[in-house]
Nanobody, 120 residues
Framework: QVQLVESGGGLVQPGGSLRLSCAAS????????TGWYRQVPGKERDLLAT???????NLEGSAKGRFTVSKDNAKNTVYLQMNSLKPEDTAVYYC??????????????WGQGTQVTVSS
């Protein structure tokens, strides 16, 4: 099993930056992909970014151009750097991992989420 703990959320003014962290513990060697998602009340959880075990990254939609995803293997931590934040970025941000021997049989684990509020 894998346990995930997000941190780094909070209140930031428009135009500001935040770096979210997703610290993994447990069977971290089996993690294939880590993803960052966000969700606002009443809406679906949206994928923002992924980073694979090999370090390949992908950004989706609104994350392109403002967000970057990276990881520190020694710390088993994945980061989401968010710049030029807008009020519409306000959401609960979650990290998730696919863990297993291959993507077809991988198990999904979720963190508890961290609130990001962009407001003046």
């Amino acid at each position: 099993q894998v346990q995930l703990v997000e941190s780094g959320g909070g209140l930031v003014q428009p135009g500001g930056s935040l770096r979210l962290s997703c610290a993994a513990s447990g069977s971290t060697a089996d993690i294939l992909v880590t993803g960052w998602y966000r969700q606002v009340p009443g809406k679906e959880r949206d994928l923002l970014a992924t980073i694979s075990r090999s370090g390949r990254t992908n950004l989706e939609g609104s994350a392109k151009g403002r967000f970057t995803v990276s990881k520190d293997n020694a710390k088993n931590t994945v980061y989401l750097q968010m710049n030029s934040l807008k009020p519409e970025d306000t959401a609960v941000y979650y990290c998730s991992v696919l863990s297993g021997t291959d993507l077809e049989t991988a198990v999904v684990y979720w963190g508890q989420g961290t609130q990001v509020t962009v407001s003046s």
